[in-house]
């Protein structure tokens, strides 16, 4: 059986680029890269030109780059460190998204608790919040602005740039998760406005277990790991040197590629959505055009996600959904409750993350067996009946 | 180790008895689609005895896999053995559920239940209405397994994005 991996915005397969980049420093330049002979140097010259690398993929400079165990705690030490700037000056005033990761939801429920107010925006039903409604949300004591650049769930870039300006102009610091769109979409942190930024490695065919923060130069970091002076003494513990070479290697081909995998994913994308669209009462989630290349999120009325995902996965295509049964709680995703999608709707979601390499039969492959999976699930839900009787009025229309 | 069990899989891709029994003796309907599962079971019942039982469900692999096996386990049996089979023996049959999908196989009981108390009322058959109480999934459960449904709730509520990594 031919297999899909359609789960990219989960995790990528690593790249041959960004294997073969790490496995000299396993093999021969294994040395700690804070020791003063050879085998450490190799490896320390080895981590400051990772760290060129990444920087030069947005446009900021290399000291302006720490390297981090996973885009979570880039973004926990991102929230982290403006709230303890902010609340030297008294501002205790955060303004976020309900859509957020819960990297960045659960780092600001713990500041809440701690006395910050928190500011979470309504998400349009497209999945998209203004800079106009983040600047009249804006208030003397606003410390941070984070938003993240494109949705995890259902793929939406966000304003950024206008965004940044806005912040920019009231004095606000301002971090983006974009872990979604690094090495996705072309990303300038001058250009764009953006005072802090996370990066997973393996979103972008990286490895696991590594991840940065870009901020900018004067934003004095908090620690979220203490420990000795490694990253400028703001993240403790030996560099993970194979893997943030492999990381800076992986996004360097990536950034390479961003436009001419855009194009690619971008009509291998919309082939989907156009062939899902045909399913009867489902509908995608998210803005058609404002979404990064690579995201078909859709609902489908009367089923639920779960149980598509186990029979794609036996026709070998394997992706997410938002229901509360994959998740482990009683909720649905909050990404689809925050864009308006009511319960029993939210509970049939499905997210399909696909990459460049995709080919028209596959796709064609995954239209025909989610429009036959839909039908089988419909064919013996009650809650379709229901619909099908009018017992239960209909959320989507035909 | 798989999320589920060999039985459970098999049971979710061939679940037995789908369907509808347009003149069943008793029909019986669970859960809620704001909960994401609804279970339906439809009974044909002849000299006290399970004649036909069809099911219908909306919800996760567990969840379909607990209504064909629930039906399966009450096809052919007399009323007093179905009264028997409790959410239990439907786990037990499935070779396992894991914690925080015990509910599924509760609501398979509730939905045979109250496929039978339709059958009971429509019929004017007397019977103890304390046998039909709704009861939540922590009942018949052993400690044990309570113990780990719940470190699996805090687990997943202290990762972040449980839902999408």
């Not at chain 1, 979103?203 to 934003?219: C, T």
Request: charged letters at 25%; glycine letters at 8%; a negative charge.
């Amino acid at each position: 059986m031919k297999i899909i991996y359609a789960d990219n915005a989960a995790t990528t397969k690593m790249s041959r680029v960004a294997i073969d980049a790490m496995l000299p420093y396993m093999e021969e330049y294994y040395g700690n890269p804070s020791s003063l002979y050879s085998v450490g140097q190799k490896a320390k010259e080895a981590l400051e030109q990772a760290r060129a690398d990444v920087a030069a993929c947005f446009n900021a400079e290399a000291r302006e780059i720490y390297f981090t165990g996973c885009g979570t705690e880039a973004d926990n030490q991102a929230i982290i460190s403006a709230a303890r700037l902010g609340e030297r000056k008294g501002k205790k005033h955060i303004i976020s998204t309900a859509f957020e990761h819960h990297a960045v939801l659960h780092t600001l429920d713990k500041l809440k608790k701690e006395g910050f107010d928190i500011t979470l925006l309504d998400v349009h039903s497209n999945g998209i919040v203004t800079a106009e409604e983040v600047a009249a949300a804006i208030r003397p004591d606003t410390c941070l602005v984070t938003v993240m650049y494109a949705n995890n769930e259902i793929g939406t870039i966000q304003p950024i740039k206008e965004i940044g300006a806005v912040c920019k102009e009231k004095g606000v610091l301002f971090h983006t998760d974009a872990v979604q769109a690094a090495g996705h979409l072309h990303i300038d942190v001058k250009d764009q406005n953006i005072d802090m930024l996370s990066i997973s490695a393996h979103k972008f065919y990286g490895p696991k277990g590594v991840g940065a923060l870009y901020a900018r130069k004067g934003i004095i970091l908090t620690n979220v790991i203490e420990g000795g002076a490694q990253e400028r003494g703001k993240r403790g513990g030996t560099e993970n040197v194979a893997e943030i070479v492999s990381m800076a290697a992986a996004l360097k081909d990536a950034c390479a590629h961003i436009d001419e995998y855009a194009e690619k994913e971008t009509k291998l994308r919309d082939r989907l959505i156009a062939g899902l669209d045909k399913i009867p009462y489902g509908e995608l989630n998210g803005d058609r055009v404002h979404r990064v290349p690579n995201n078909a999120n859709f609902c489908f009325e009367g089923i639920e996600g779960e149980s598509m995902l186990l029979m794609l996965d036996d026709k070998g295509i394997m992706c997410s959904s938002g229901s509360a049964c994959t998740s482990g709680s009683l909720d649905p995703s909050h990404v689809l409750l925050a864009i308006g999608r009511p319960h029993e709707v939210a509970h049939g979601s499905l997210r399909l993350s696909i990459n460049e390499q995709f080919t028209e039969e596959d796709i064609d492959y995954i239209i025909a067996s989610v429009t036959e999976v839909v039908q089988y699930l419909r064919d013996m839900s009650p809650f379709w009946r229901d619909l099908v009787n009018g017992k239960r009025p209909h959320v989507f229309s035909e | 180790m798989a999320l589920y069990s060999e039985k459970v899989m098999d049971h979710f891709l061939n679940p037995r008895n789908v369907g509808v029994i347009e003149d069943a003796d008793g029909v019986g309907e669970v859960g809620n689609p704001v909960c994401g599962d609804i279970m339906k079971i439809y009974l044909k019942i002849k000299d006290n005895r399970i004649e036909d039982v069809k099911f219908e469900t909306f919800g996760c692999g567990s969840a379909i896999a607990s209504s064909s096996m629930a039906t399966e386990l009450i096809k052919g049996k007399t009323i007093d053995e179905v009264m028997e089979v409790t959410n239990k023996a439907v786990v037990e049959a499935l070779d396992g559920l894991p914690a925080h999908k015990l509910h599924c196989s509760v609501l398979a009981e509730e939905a045979i239940r109250a496929a039978l108390k339709d059958y009971f009322d429509k019929n004017g058959i007397p019977y103890d209405p304390e046998e039909f109480r709704e009861h939540d999934a922590e009942e018949d459960v052993p400690p044990e397994v309570l113990e780990a449904a719940e470190a699996e709730k805090a687990a997943a509520a202290a990762s972040c994005g449980t839902k999408f990594k």
